[in-house]
Each structure stands twice: as structure tokens, then as C-alpha cells.
């Protein structure tokens, strides 16, 4: 077995222990700080070097108040000193080429998920630098569920799309650790291996066995974890929904045909 060096071993440490943070004590986060993170985490992967994302920094609580809706009013959205927007953004590449005297055709799908996949992956290198700053934060998936009221709040132009959100700050105290499947869920060697129901009892057990998903079968009187997701999280209808919904915002930013 390879030991780990001593900065793989410090990476892992923090990431064993990273847990999403919804109360901040209030201190702001400067300028100066979110640029070094910004330009650090420009160092991700991207594709053909283009760079495809965009960050918008929300600040002003009016904005940061516009914001809250699309986000269900989630109170970190208005309770965060920083609400970081990550944009997929093929606007200034095109803008680009076309001050330049070449022929841009992004404005598809296939760019879409090109630029979204630049986007996330600049976000998540961010996430991990913020929070080895002592910065907490909490991704906020809502995103895409009702994308035109960020849109519309933050003068998205054709060819930008949000995808992720993160409310960010200084702690006020520690945040709890959410449970995660072991590797042996989502790890395949070779080839996809089809689950088994031997293999989902091993993988999910005990995640359905903690305490605290036991009462929250309870409160919301389902037979089984599984449930809760199905029928009262995530429903079909509002999967349909929200992904017409998703549809529209991105036909209306260019990124799919009328």
C-alpha cells in the first residue's frame, strides 16, 4: 500500500470531513481573497482552454434578495455575505471570435454541455480551495430548477447559462457530516456492473439504518428512505416540470433551436 504524501494525506483529511455550511457568523469575504481563489481555480481542467464559465458575486442584499426565490428562499441565500453564481458562458468566446474575424457556432447544445461541464468543474475546484481557506459554503442545486428568475436578476445575455450556485463565508460553527455510499456503489472495474439486490442492500443498509433517517421516515410517515425521495422530495411531476422549465430557459439563452 502507497503512503500517501503529505499533502495528498492534509487534502484527504479535509475532504473526509467536508460538510455543507448554511450559518455564517457574519465577517465579510474580501475582494482580495476571492480573486486569489478565482485565479487559482482557473487552473482547472477546461475544454480547448476556452475557459467557458462565467462567476457572478452577489453582494447587495436587494440582489441577494431577488436571488432567494429561485432557491426556494433557502436562508443561507440572504444569510451569506457572498452568493456565487456559475454561469455556463460561450458569450464572450463568441464575442471573441467574432471580433476576430472567425465563424462561432456555439450557440447549440452540444455547447451548452461543454460550457456547463467547464462551469462545474471550476466551481468544484473553487469549493475545494474556499474551504481549505476556513471558508464554508453550500452548494445549492436549485440552480437549474427555476434558472430564468436568475437570468432576469442577473442580466444573463444569450449564450450564458447558470448552473450552480454557492452561498459562501466565515462558519458560525461547526456544520454536521452528511452520510456517503461506500466506493463499492459507484466504483465499476472493466465494465458497468448492473446493481443487484444483494448489492443494494449492501451499499444502502446503512444509510437507511442511521437513526436520523429513521425518524425522517417517520415524520413524514414512509415505509422507506426510498420513498421519501420519490413521493415528497423529487417527484416525477415536478422532475417533468422543472425540466421543461430548464428547456425553455435554455432555448431562450441560444443554446437550443425554437
Not at 460550457?115 to 480551495?129: H, K, N, P, R, V
Not at 476556513?134 to 444573463?156: A, E, F, K, N, S
Not at 446503512?206 to 429513521?214: G, I, M
Not at 421516515?217 to 420519490?230: M, R
Given at each position: 500500500m502507497e503512503t500517501l504524501t503529505p499533502t495528498c494525506a492534509a487534502l484527504e483529511q479535509a475532504l473526509m470531513q467536508r460538510a455543507s455550511v448554511r450559518r455564517y457568523d457574519g465577517r465579510p469575504v474580501d475582494d482580495d481573497l476571492l480573486n486569489r481563489l478565482f485565479t487559482a481555480a482557473a487552473r482547472t481542467q477546461t475544454m480547448g482552454n476556452l475557459q467557458l464559465y462565467s462567476v457572478v458575486v452577489t453582494r447587495d442584499a436587494a440582489q441577494k434578495a431577488a436571488l432567494a426565490p429561485a432557491h426556494f428562499n433557502q436562508p443561507m441565500v440572504t444569510g451569506a455575505p457572498v452568493v456565487l453564481t456559475f454561469c455556463a458562458d460561450y458569450r464572450r468566446t463568441t464575442d471573441w471570435c467574432l471580433q476576430r474575424?472567425?465563424?462561432?457556432?456555439?450557440?447549440?447544445?452540444?455547447?451548452?454541455?461543454?460550457?456547463?461541464?467547464?462551469?462545474?468543474?471550476?466551481?468544484?475546484?473553487?469549493?475545494?480551495?474556499?474551504?481549505?481557506?476556513?471558508?464554508?459554503?453550500?452548494?445549492?442545486?436549485?440552480?437549474?430548477?427555476?434558472?430564468?428568475?436568475?437570468?432576469?436578476?442577473?442580466?444573463?445575455?444569450?449564450?450564458?447559462?447558470?448552473?450552480?450556485?454557492?452561498?459562501?463565508?466565515?462558519?458560525?460553527?461547526?456544520?454536521?457530516?452528511?452520510?456517503?455510499?461506500?466506493?463499492?456503489?459507484?466504483?465499476?472495474?472493466?465494465?458497468?456492473?448492473?446493481?443487484?439486490?444483494?448489492?443494494?442492500?449492501?451499499?444502502?443498509?446503512?444509510?437507511?439504518?442511521?437513526?436520523?433517517?429513521?425518524?425522517?421516515?417517520?415524520?413524514?410517515?414512509?415505509?422507506?428512505?426510498?420513498?421519501?425521495?420519490?413521493d415528497i422530495r423529487y417527484t416525477r411531476e415536478a422532475c417533468e416540470a422543472m425540466s421543461q422549465t430548464l428547456l425553455d430557459a435554455l432555448r431562450r439563452q441560444g443554446f437550443l433551436a425554437d
Open positions: 474575424k472567425a465563424h462561432p457556432g456555439y450557440d447549440n447544445f452540444l455547447s451548452f454541455i461543454n460550457a456547463a461541464t467547464d462551469a462545474l468543474l471550476f466551481c468544484q475546484t473553487f469549493c475545494t480551495l474556499a474551504e481549505a481557506e476556513g471558508l464554508g459554503l453550500c452548494y445549492l442545486g436549485t440552480t437549474i430548477y427555476q434558472p430564468q428568475t436568475i437570468i432576469d436578476v442577473l442580466h444573463l445575455p444569450r449564450l450564458v447559462m447558470p448552473v450552480a450556485t454557492i452561498t459562501l463565508g466565515w462558519p458560525a460553527g461547526a456544520a454536521p457530516l452528511s452520510d456517503r455510499l461506500p466506493a463499492t456503489a459507484f466504483v465499476h472495474h472493466e465494465h458497468y456492473v448492473q446493481p443487484t439486490p444483494e448489492s443494494i442492500d449492501r451499499d444502502y443498509g446503512p444509510r437507511e439504518a442511521l437513526e436520523e433517517n429513521r425518524r425522517f421516515c417517520e415524520i413524514n410517515h414512509t415505509e422507506t428512505l426510498a420513498q421519501i425521495f420519490t
